[in-house]
């Protein structure tokens, strides 16, 4: 390579035509970036795309459209890495039929608070979980010989003052943790590129940590691919010494550092000269180890929408969660003559997340209700609702029955539907975005009080939750049955349907906490979240401005750690989640690093649950940690054995430069879910130290 040949692949930009200055190749494909290929060489041009829910609709600059999956936590919460895969693959597979060959995807923040604006695009608040998980989305969207990002490396646990919030904790706690579920994703996903993150970490910036970058990823896990950074998340030249390998929409940055400037460094700086060469070797054996070159992706606009969409629908069927059945209410009896289908446009659509993950049918949003404002950014800021509406589904599958519809919007006349009504619907929704985080657990728009009314006036009353994070149920004792949908994607009105009326049995569980209240969690409050203006890019207000949000509370003990840790009781534990039939689990055996016990459907009909398996003392100290799962399926009357292996850096501490597991008693028991735990098992293990 020549020294200008080399600077070509460390840099690229936005490639959509919001930004003043931008001018978008004509090789590009409109989306999230652009990285100019080398043509003497073979080197294909980079074209990416936000894609870790599909591949992102970008406001519909491309005319086009996408299939949605379930949001993040939706596909957690089936607890299925074959639900991950096939969705990752089927991303992966309508992002080449666009011509796009790196998917900024595999989003694996822990969910430190469950307030996070992000918290619906991400998975869940376990380590292992999210490895496993995040690991096998990745492998399906690298299934088309394209790269996957895993993102936000690392700690990313707020949207408020997302640039600058310093993300205080100490090594083991981080090895732990957060970290620790970055680890796993690679280990099993080996996704070509990482994505740094835009807050500070112990004082250093994602994308400029030596620590974070150099030590951790690329000595310690021996990384091979490479480090882009997020977009505008590049504070300076320095950052390519400490372990980023390409500045990404490099317009937001203060500057082109990976440029003209990186290739005078380079030329009188043996340091950033051993480190350009680095740089480019990461990148392009990536682009090699994919076939980026040999089979590139092209334009062509063959996408079976129906088998897609097929994905996605399974996705939100098994991401749905049962919270609340009182008296068998559901599944819905074939015998209701009057149906009042209640909030939500749910006449219309289901909700989606919102920001750079933001994906949309073709044709586009059912309902986009924007929220104003001004700046760039402000085009990011609309509600909106994919084109599935529950309402048609439900009238679908009761077809012998009068539905009808009221809005929500004047709770005397939702009261009155519901009086004369053999059951009724209440579909609630509470929006989240990139960039915004959530006050408190409430329901917008005064829901909860429509919700109280209508199940007073009828005590039948299902409630269908579209959410992003957890939220309070001050209504909950008056309610038949709850369901939490999430954002359920581009098949979730049909999802929601069948799992309403038996059509699916719901097989969901939570992939995180839901608190009883914000009392509850390691900060009442997300830090800074009352004290800043809102600012979806996360720039501090002035260059001083400083931001602490100290992770050393709760350490590693993240969600269900935390709370097994203080004794809290939650609303809704973490792996919750009922059917509409039984499971024992039972005959527990533990031998070194694995497993084995039984699964029984106890009840009358075909269903699936999540075997669960957790430590829960070490050497006579409580401690929890989930050690293992599967996610069984089984027809009424079967039994399962189930075999689980334990990774033993869920039980070790991290101590002294590597991991540690001390000798002593291990006690693991099966849970229904992180609360409900079975007999416990103990076994001894011996000393053992290791390196990574």
């Not at 954002?487 to 939570?510: C, M, Q, T």
Request: proline share 6%.
């Amino acid at each position: 390579m020549s020294a200008d040949e080399r600077v070509v692949l460390t840099h690229g930009i936005i490639a959509v035509p919001f930004v003043p200055g931008i001018v978008v190749p004509a090789d590009a494909v409109l989306g999230a970036g652009y990285v100019p290929g080398i043509a003497r060489l073979g080197v294909p041009a980079l074209r990416e795309s936000d894609a870790s829910l599909g591949v992102a609709y970008v406001m519909g600059i491309r005319k086009d459209g996408s299939t949605p999956l379930p949001s993040g936590l939706a596909q957690a919460a089936s607890w299925n890495p074959d639900i991950l895969f096939k969705g990752g693959a089927m991303i992966g597979s309508e992002a080449r039929a666009k011509g796009f060959n790196v998917l900024l995807a595999g989003g694996a923040n822990l969910t430190r608070d469950p307030r996070n604006g992000r918290t619906f695009e991400y998975l869940s608040e376990d380590p292992l979980l999210t490895g496993v998980l995040v690991g096998s989305a990745i492998r399906g969207i690298q299934s088309n010989d394209i790269i996957s990002t895993i993102k936000h490396f690392a700690l990313n646990g707020q949207e408020t003052g997302r640039k600058f919030v310093n993300s205080v904790i100490s090594e083991s706690a981080a090895r732990e943790s957060d970290l620790l579920a970055f680890q796993i994703g690679i280990e099993q996903g080996q996704p070509g590129s990482v994505m740094c993150s835009y807050n500070v970490v112990n004082g250093a910036h994602g994308c400029d940590s030596d620590w974070l970058l150099n030590k951790v990823l690329k000595r310690d896990w021996r990384y091979k691919g490479f480090v882009m950074s997020d977009w505008g998340a590049v504070p300076s030249l320095d950052a390519a010494l400490n372990g980023l390998d390409q500045q990404s929409g490099e317009q937001l940055d203060p500057k082109v550092f990976f440029a003209k400037d990186l290739q005078a460094k380079a030329a009188s700086d043996p340091a950033y000269a051993a480190k350009l060469v680095d740089m480019n070797t990461r990148i392009l054996s990536q682009i090699f180890k994919y076939h980026l070159d040999t089979n590139p992706a092209k334009p062509s606009g063959a996408i079976d929408f129906a088998a897609n969409g097929a994905v996605a629908l399974a996705a939100a069927e098994q991401g749905i969660v049962l919270l609340r059945n009182q008296n068998g209410a559901l599944p819905l009896a074939a015998s209701a003559k009057r149906i009042a289908v209640i909030g939500g446009f749910a006449n219309s659509g289901v909700m989606s997340g919102a920001g750079s993950s933001q994906v949309q049918l073709p044709g586009g949003p059912a309902v986009s209700i924007p929220l104003g404002g001004d700046g760039p950014f402000a085009a990011f800021m609309q509600i909106q609702y994919h084109a599935s509406a529950p309402l048609k589904a439900i009238k679908a599958l009761a077809p012998e029955a009068q539905v009808i519809y009221r809005d929500g919007s004047t709770i005397a006349d939702a009261v009155a539907q519901a009086k004369t009504s053999d059951v009724a619907i209440v579909f609630a929704t509470k929006w989240s975005t990139e960039g915004q985080d959530s006050a408190d657990f409430s329901l917008p728009n005064g829901q909860d009080a429509l919700i109280a009314a209508v199940a007073e006036a009828n005590p039948n009353t299902i409630v269908v939750l579209e959410t992003g994070n957890p939220v309070d149920m001050p209504w909950l004792g008056k309610t038949a049955a709850v369901i939490e949908a999430w954002f359920p994607g581009g098949r979730g009105g049909e999802a929601i349907a069948n799992v309403l009326f038996g059509k699916v049995n719901p097989s969901g569980h939570l992939p995180i906490t839901f608190p009883a209240s914000a009392a509850q969690l390691p900060r009442s409050v997300i830090d800074g979240y009352f004290d800043l203006e809102p600012n979806f890019a996360g720039d501090p207000p002035t260059p001083d401005t400083k931001l602490d949000a100290n992770y050393n509370i709760e350490g590693s003990d993240v969600g269900y750690r935390w709370f097994a840790r203080n004794l809290h009781k939650a609303l809704f534990p973490f792996g919750f989640g009922l059917s509409y039939t039984t499971f024992a689990s039972s005959g527990l055996k533990v031998s070194g690093m694995s497993a084995s016990f039984t699964v029984q459907n106890t009840g009358s009909r075909q269903g699936a649950t999540v075997g669960q398996v957790y430590l829960v003392s070490r050497a006579g100290a409580p401690k929890q940690r989930l050690a293992g799962f599967a996610r069984v399926d089984l027809q009424p009357g079967a039994s399962q054995t189930v075999k689980v292996t334990f990774d033993p850096r869920i039980l070790a501490d991290w101590k002294d430069g590597g991991w540690s597991l001390p000798a002593g008693a291990y006690t693991f028991a099966l849970g229904d879910d992180a609360e409900h735990l079975g007999t416990p098992v103990t076994v001894r293990m011996a000393a053992r130290s290791w390196k990574d």
